[in-house]
Protein backbone atom coordinates (compact mmCIF):
# COMPACT_ATOMS: atom_id res chain seq x y z
CA UNK A 1 0.00 0.00 0.00
CA UNK A 2 1.26 3.85 -0.80
CA UNK A 3 2.81 6.18 2.43
CA UNK A 4 5.49 4.95 4.48
CA UNK A 5 4.93 7.47 7.17
CA UNK A 6 2.08 9.25 9.17
CA UNK A 7 0.60 10.92 12.43
CA UNK A 8 -1.61 8.84 13.51
CA UNK A 9 -4.34 8.37 16.66
CA UNK A 10 -4.87 5.41 18.80
CA UNK A 11 -8.07 4.62 19.99
CA UNK A 12 -7.43 7.02 23.02
CA UNK A 13 -6.73 9.51 21.18
CA UNK A 14 -3.38 9.83 21.64
CA UNK A 15 -1.15 10.84 18.66
CA UNK A 16 1.90 8.96 17.32
CA UNK A 17 4.64 9.57 14.15
CA UNK A 18 5.08 5.87 12.77
CA UNK A 19 6.86 4.73 10.20
CA UNK A 20 6.14 1.82 8.02
CA UNK A 21 7.88 2.11 5.26
CA UNK A 22 8.87 -2.09 4.34
CA UNK A 23 5.54 -3.43 5.43
CA UNK A 24 2.06 -4.19 3.61
CA UNK A 25 0.03 -1.76 4.81
CA UNK A 26 0.96 1.70 4.33
CA UNK A 27 -0.16 4.94 6.08
CA UNK A 28 -2.14 5.81 3.08
CA UNK A 29 -6.10 4.85 4.87
CA UNK A 30 -8.64 5.54 7.48
CA UNK A 31 -7.08 2.70 9.75
CA UNK A 32 -3.55 0.63 9.24
CA UNK A 33 -1.35 -1.07 11.97
CA UNK A 34 2.08 -0.01 13.45
CA UNK A 35 4.05 -1.33 15.20
CA UNK A 36 5.44 0.08 18.89
CA UNK A 37 8.98 0.40 18.24
CA UNK A 38 8.28 1.98 14.83
CA UNK A 39 6.71 4.95 16.15
CA UNK A 40 6.80 8.16 19.09
CA UNK A 41 4.57 9.38 20.96
CA UNK A 42 3.89 12.79 19.88
CA UNK A 43 3.98 16.33 22.69
CA UNK A 44 0.11 16.50 23.37
CA UNK A 45 0.25 20.52 21.78
CA UNK A 46 1.50 18.50 18.66
CA UNK A 47 -0.23 19.73 15.42
CA UNK A 48 -1.02 16.38 13.37
CA UNK A 49 -0.90 18.44 9.90
CA UNK A 50 2.13 20.43 10.78
CA UNK A 51 4.54 17.42 11.98
CA UNK A 52 2.73 15.11 8.95
CA UNK A 53 4.09 17.85 6.48
CA UNK A 54 7.10 18.72 8.24
CA UNK A 55 8.65 15.56 9.83
CA UNK A 56 9.84 13.43 6.70
CA UNK A 57 11.89 16.74 5.05
CA UNK A 58 13.26 18.00 8.38
CA UNK A 59 14.49 14.77 9.41
CA UNK A 60 16.82 14.34 6.74
CA UNK A 61 19.00 17.19 7.91
CA UNK A 62 17.98 17.20 11.86
CA UNK A 63 19.60 13.54 11.76
CA UNK A 64 22.27 14.19 9.51
CA UNK A 65 23.94 16.84 11.93
CA UNK A 66 23.16 14.89 14.67
CA UNK A 67 24.37 11.34 13.76
CA UNK A 68 26.19 11.52 10.87
CA UNK A 69 29.35 13.80 11.44
CA UNK A 70 30.34 15.89 14.58
CA UNK A 71 28.53 19.46 13.32
CA UNK A 72 29.83 22.23 15.10
CA UNK A 73 28.18 25.43 15.89
CA UNK A 74 29.82 28.19 13.49
CA UNK A 75 30.17 26.05 10.52
CA UNK A 76 30.04 27.10 7.11
CA UNK A 77 27.20 24.83 4.93
CA UNK A 78 26.33 24.64 1.24
CA UNK A 79 22.86 22.73 0.58
CA UNK A 80 22.39 21.25 -3.06
CA UNK A 81 18.51 21.23 -3.85
CA UNK A 82 17.81 23.73 -1.48
CA UNK A 83 14.49 24.66 -3.62
CA UNK A 84 12.82 21.35 -2.29
CA UNK A 85 10.84 20.66 0.78
CA UNK A 86 13.64 18.88 1.77
CA UNK A 87 16.22 21.37 1.10
CA UNK A 88 14.37 24.47 2.43
CA UNK A 89 14.24 22.47 6.38
CA UNK A 90 17.37 21.90 5.80
CA UNK A 91 18.31 25.49 5.48
CA UNK A 92 16.28 26.31 9.00
CA UNK A 93 17.77 23.01 10.68
CA UNK A 94 21.31 24.27 10.19
CA UNK A 95 20.56 27.65 11.23
CA UNK A 96 18.82 26.03 14.57
CA UNK A 97 21.79 24.14 14.83
CA UNK A 98 23.89 27.25 14.69
CA UNK A 99 25.71 27.67 11.11
CA UNK A 100 27.35 30.58 10.87
CA UNK A 101 26.70 30.54 7.04
CA UNK A 102 24.19 28.97 5.03
CA UNK A 103 24.69 28.49 1.48
CA UNK A 104 21.61 27.34 -0.27
CA UNK A 105 22.29 26.11 -4.33
CA UNK A 106 19.68 24.99 -6.53
CA UNK A 107 18.23 24.91 -10.37
CA UNK A 108 15.52 27.50 -9.98
CA UNK A 109 15.93 30.80 -9.74
CA UNK A 110 12.81 32.11 -8.94
CA UNK A 111 12.70 29.78 -5.70
CA UNK A 112 16.13 30.62 -5.28
CA UNK A 113 15.23 34.07 -5.04
CA UNK A 114 12.63 33.01 -1.79
CA UNK A 115 14.83 31.40 0.53
CA UNK A 116 16.56 34.30 2.29
CA UNK A 117 13.57 34.33 4.02
CA UNK A 118 14.21 30.71 5.38
CA UNK A 119 17.58 31.91 6.89
CA UNK A 120 20.16 31.43 3.30
CA UNK A 121 22.83 33.82 3.63
CA UNK A 122 23.72 33.21 -0.51
CA UNK A 123 22.34 31.68 -3.16
CA UNK A 124 23.87 29.74 -5.79
CA UNK A 125 22.75 28.31 -9.17
CA UNK A 126 24.28 25.08 -9.85
CA UNK A 127 26.48 26.38 -12.27
CA UNK A 128 27.45 28.93 -9.72
CA UNK A 129 29.09 26.21 -6.57
CA UNK A 130 32.98 27.63 -7.81
CA UNK A 131 32.23 30.36 -5.75
CA UNK A 132 31.13 28.71 -2.93
CA UNK A 133 34.61 29.11 -0.83
CA UNK A 134 35.62 27.16 1.92
CA UNK A 135 32.64 25.27 3.19
CA UNK A 136 32.92 23.11 6.06
CA UNK A 137 29.86 20.55 5.49
CA UNK A 138 27.68 20.32 2.17
CA UNK A 139 24.03 18.29 2.33
CA UNK A 140 23.27 17.01 -1.17
CA UNK A 141 19.90 15.75 -2.11
CA UNK A 142 20.81 15.65 -5.89
CA UNK A 143 23.47 13.28 -5.95
CA UNK A 144 24.01 12.44 -10.11
CA UNK A 145 25.69 14.50 -12.68
CA UNK A 146 25.18 17.60 -10.73
CA UNK A 147 27.13 16.13 -7.63
CA UNK A 148 29.70 14.74 -9.94
CA UNK A 149 30.28 18.36 -11.02
CA UNK A 150 29.72 19.77 -7.78
CA UNK A 151 31.92 18.08 -6.06
CA UNK A 152 35.06 19.03 -8.11
CA UNK A 153 33.61 22.80 -8.58
CA UNK A 154 33.50 23.41 -4.87
CA UNK A 155 36.79 21.58 -4.56
CA UNK A 156 38.87 23.18 -7.16
CA UNK A 157 38.12 26.59 -6.05
CA UNK A 158 38.64 26.28 -2.21
CA UNK A 159 41.36 28.41 -0.67
CA UNK A 160 42.70 26.16 1.77
CA UNK A 161 42.76 22.58 0.57
CA UNK A 162 43.72 21.18 3.81
CA UNK A 163 40.71 22.13 5.33
CA UNK A 164 38.01 19.43 6.75
CA UNK A 165 35.14 19.10 4.09
CA UNK A 166 32.46 16.34 4.87
CA UNK A 167 29.76 15.89 2.11
CA UNK A 168 26.58 14.30 3.04
CA UNK A 169 24.48 12.05 0.46
CA UNK A 170 20.92 12.40 1.68
CA UNK A 171 18.77 12.41 -1.73
CA UNK A 172 19.80 11.45 -4.69
CA UNK A 173 16.95 13.75 -7.03
CA UNK A 174 19.18 13.81 -10.18
CA UNK A 175 20.66 10.75 -10.44
CA UNK A 176 21.58 7.03 -8.46
CA UNK A 177 25.09 7.29 -8.83
CA UNK A 178 28.00 9.45 -9.89
CA UNK A 179 31.16 9.73 -10.73
CA UNK A 180 33.91 10.81 -7.97
CA UNK A 181 37.09 12.14 -9.37
CA UNK A 182 40.06 10.48 -7.72
CA UNK A 183 42.12 13.51 -7.45
CA UNK A 184 39.12 15.13 -5.27
CA UNK A 185 39.95 11.79 -2.49
CA UNK A 186 43.77 12.36 -3.27
CA UNK A 187 44.24 16.23 -3.09
CA UNK A 188 41.80 17.43 -0.43
CA UNK A 189 40.49 16.67 2.71
CA UNK A 190 37.30 15.31 1.78
CA UNK A 191 34.92 12.78 3.20
CA UNK A 192 31.65 11.84 2.07
CA UNK A 193 29.29 10.21 3.92
CA UNK A 194 25.66 9.18 3.37
CA UNK A 195 22.59 9.76 6.10
CA UNK A 196 19.49 7.72 6.33
CA UNK A 197 17.27 4.35 7.32
CA UNK A 198 20.41 2.29 7.65
CA UNK A 199 23.89 4.35 8.20
CA UNK A 200 21.44 5.80 11.27
CA UNK A 201 20.06 3.43 13.65
CA UNK A 202 16.61 3.31 14.53
CA UNK A 203 16.86 4.42 18.04
CA UNK A 204 18.50 7.38 16.90
CA UNK A 205 15.37 8.50 14.65
CA UNK A 206 12.98 7.66 17.35
CA UNK A 207 14.90 9.92 19.74
CA UNK A 208 14.85 12.50 17.68
CA UNK A 209 10.94 12.86 16.43
CA UNK A 210 10.18 14.30 19.76
CA UNK A 211 12.26 16.85 19.32
CA UNK A 212 12.00 17.54 15.89
CA UNK A 213 8.05 17.28 16.45
CA UNK A 214 8.19 20.18 19.36
CA UNK A 215 10.39 22.57 16.92
CA UNK A 216 7.84 22.07 14.69
CA UNK A 217 4.89 22.89 17.22
CA UNK A 218 6.83 25.88 18.31
CA UNK A 219 6.72 27.50 14.47
CA UNK A 220 10.60 26.42 13.82
CA UNK A 221 10.00 25.53 10.25
CA UNK A 222 8.17 26.94 7.14
CA UNK A 223 6.67 23.95 5.41
CA UNK A 224 3.99 24.53 2.16
CA UNK A 225 1.70 22.33 2.79
CA UNK A 226 -1.88 21.47 1.48
CA UNK A 227 -4.45 19.22 3.17
CA UNK A 228 -6.76 17.07 1.03
CA UNK A 229 -9.60 14.69 2.06
CA UNK A 230 -8.12 11.49 1.59
CA UNK A 231 -11.43 10.42 -0.30
CA UNK A 232 -9.77 12.53 -3.11
CA UNK A 233 -6.56 11.06 -3.40
CA UNK A 234 -7.16 9.92 -6.85
CA UNK A 235 -7.88 13.41 -8.47
CA UNK A 236 -5.30 14.92 -6.21
CA UNK A 237 -2.48 12.59 -7.09
CA UNK A 238 -2.73 13.66 -10.35
CA UNK A 239 -3.52 17.44 -10.02
CA UNK A 240 -0.73 18.23 -7.20
CA UNK A 241 2.53 15.66 -8.88
CA UNK A 242 5.37 17.82 -8.66
CA UNK A 243 3.61 20.69 -6.86
CA UNK A 244 5.94 22.28 -4.54
CA UNK A 245 3.56 22.01 -1.29
CA UNK A 246 3.89 19.23 1.10
CA UNK A 247 0.44 16.94 0.63
CA UNK A 248 -1.16 15.66 3.30
CA UNK A 249 -4.11 13.41 3.43
CA UNK A 250 -7.32 13.94 6.17
CA UNK A 251 -8.91 10.67 6.86
Known amino acids: MPGIDAVVRDAKGKLY????????????????????????????????IAVAATMN??????????????????????????????GRAAIQVAKRFGAKHVIAAGRNVERLSELAALGADRVLTLDQLCTAGDVDVVIDYLWGQPSAKGIVDVLTH???????????????????????????????????????????????????????????????FDIRTRTIPLSDVTTAWTETLGADQRIVFLP
Open 57 to 86: PAMSSWVALRHRISFKRGSSVLILGATGNA
Open 158 to 220: RRDRGKDLVWIEVGSMAGSSTEIASAALRSTRLQIVGSGVGSVPGHDFRKEVPKIAQAITAGA
Open 17 to 48: YALLDDTIYGTMAQRTVIEKDRSVALPKDADP
